[in-house]
């Protein structure tokens, strides 16, 4: 099988270490053939990274090179829509970082541009093919903890400037709603669809405690999937202290916790707790592995756009609902 | 000082289990000269415990002993009204069990009522008065942790018919909204508005996950004290496989978590956790002290049916918002 000839759109932290370690397990699969930053000295240093391929500030070098099969696009939130379009008009199979686009309107557009789309277009979702949720998915749908009637996740971080992320003028001053909340939440959004469906109402409240990292850090959200089964998401950016990150998923025969990003463990009255211990990149690999399949084997995409869109508005709309102070519907 | 002489209208767990402790280490203070229960056996058990007093399963005859100074009502939920009506109507101090009334129309008749009493109506809800609260409002104040930004609330809990309040038929097919979310409910309103102020505006979710224990058992509440504070309050009582009882107090300078019903831990960046250990018997010593002081010595009655009313109608708005899926102002 031919290899599939890569093009990457923005040199940031996600492309070197989140998206560089999990293409270079499949060598066999990938060859990153050009690299592409605004600024030259990113662009430069990935190139170096890679065995000094070919690297350019002009991303449209990029598009329109024919020895270029496939873009992976990790830019500013804000600049997704723009290079994503970009993309697809050009022919390439487009790898989107997340989270889908900044604004609602653009990510509509992109949908609407993927349908006509002649190529593949992948939402990189890294938590839908996280080893650690597709286990837990496994678990909850074997009813090893009856049937589920809510969840509890909390996510309890201290962002500082010291912090690679926070570093990023672009996160500093986001031309995107919910500053890191939005850029964290899409990915607890798409776990939590994943693991109990859509969400269809809910209720937020959102605020800045530490202006230093962006527009909005500490978000509480209520939410309903149904009538049988709701949930709290919390996600704190500026807890002082302590740290902690639990999803707790009550079931009526017990209760299935996901510690951190690596561990589950399971509850039962009376009997010697389960822990399954869960080795996992994140989910990286898979998620390069599963758009090489779909551009070579043909399989089903089972991150379109479409479903990036519907993480990102259980965010979008849930910081409407702090805004306006009201409830949303989804 | 002359003692108080205390009539006991109910004899149930609360008389017997956390009253009567209280009582007895202020000897000096008060007397039990009678008690009443509708069912004799348990009214003939009270006598028993308290040295053989005379009992009866009419509790008028509680209301006309002048000899009875003030009465101590604990009764299921749906007779507060009548039982705290009557005690008022009679002349009689009253010590009334937490929840102020089953209905909201109730507690504003037992307001009004107060009003015009000639003698101290009290609420007894023992978290005003229990030691672990006033520390942590103490430290709070002292902005150990800096300004609050939001609380999280969860009490997470297995309550089988193994236990002795589920056992209680008047529990089992309660006759007020909310069952054990009410009955539990108000005591965690009444920490979170001594700790923050009143509650303004929320949203809730309520479920039912073991009916044999009641109408509703689970409850998740997301609230605004204000623009700047916000918290939410989960009450499970059908958790299966662990417990837990954690408020986490987020400020901008730390964090303060009260565990269980005994400890503060305060935790702050790069210091050595702080743990404070409280000796506390839930409050009840201290609420009777209160009480006896508020008659005796004319002190300012910290529990008025006011602030009961406050508490219980946190619950009550929470119940509508979950029932008719809106947002509540309070």
Redesign the interface.
């Known amino acids: 099988m031919k290899k599939i000839r890569l093009g990457i759109i923005g040199c940031g932290i996600a492309a070197r270490e989140l998206h560089l370690p999990a293409i270079k397990k499949h060598k066999d699969k990938f060859d990153i053939v050009a690299a592409c930053n605004r600024t030259e000295k990113k662009a430069k240093e990935y190139s170096l990274l890679t065995g000094g391929i070919p690297y350019t500030t002009d991303c449209r070098e990029i598009l329109k090179n024919p020895d270029v099969d496939a873009v992976v696009i990790a830019v500013p939130i804000d600049l997704n829509y723009k290079f994503a379009m970009e993309a697809i008009k050009a022919g390439k199979h487009v790898f989107l970082e997340k989270p889908l686009a900044a604004k609602p309107e653009e990510a509509r557009k992109l949908i609407a541009l993927q349908k006509r789309a002649k190529k593949v277009c992948f939402l990189a979702e890294n938590f839908r093919f996280d080893p650690l949720y597709i286990e837990a998915k496994k678990l909850l749908d074997k009813k090893v903890?009856?049937d589920v009637?809510?969840v509890?996740w909390?996510v309890?971080n201290?962002l500082t400037l010291k912090d690679k992320y926070a570093q990023t003028k672009w996160r500093q001053k986001n031309k995107y709603p919910g500053g890191f909340i939005y850029d964290g939440g899409v990915h607890n959004a798409a776990a939590l669809r994943m693991l109990f469906g859509d969400i269809k109402?809910g209720?937020?409240?959102m605020?800045t405690?530490?202006p230093a990292i962006g527009t909005e850090d500490?978000f509480?959200?209520?939410f309903?999937f149904d009538k049988?089964t709701?949930g709290?998401l919390?996600i704190?950016f500026?807890?002082?202290?302590?740290r902690s990150n639990e999803m707790?998923i009550?079931?009526?025969?017990?209760?299935l916790i996901i510690q951190n990003t690596n561990r589950i463990v399971?509850?039962?009255?009376g009997?010697k707790?389960r822990k399954v211990n869960i080795k996992t990149d994140g989910g990286y690999e898979n998620e390069f592995l599963h758009f090489y399949k779909i551009i070579t084997k043909g399989i089903k995409n089972l991150s379109p756009f479409e479903e990036g869109y519907k993480d990102m508005m259980i965010l979008q709309k849930a910081f409407e609902s702090a805004k306006k102070?009201?409830?949303i519907k989804l």
Chains 1, 2 share one sequence.
């Open positions: 903890i009856g009637y809510s509890v909390n309890f201290n109402s209720y937020a409240s605020k405690v530490n500490t509480s959200f209520l309903n049988t709701h709290i919390n704190f500026s807890v002082r202290g302590f707790i009550f079931g009526d025969k017990g209760s399971i509850k039962k009255d009997r707790e102070d009201k409830l």
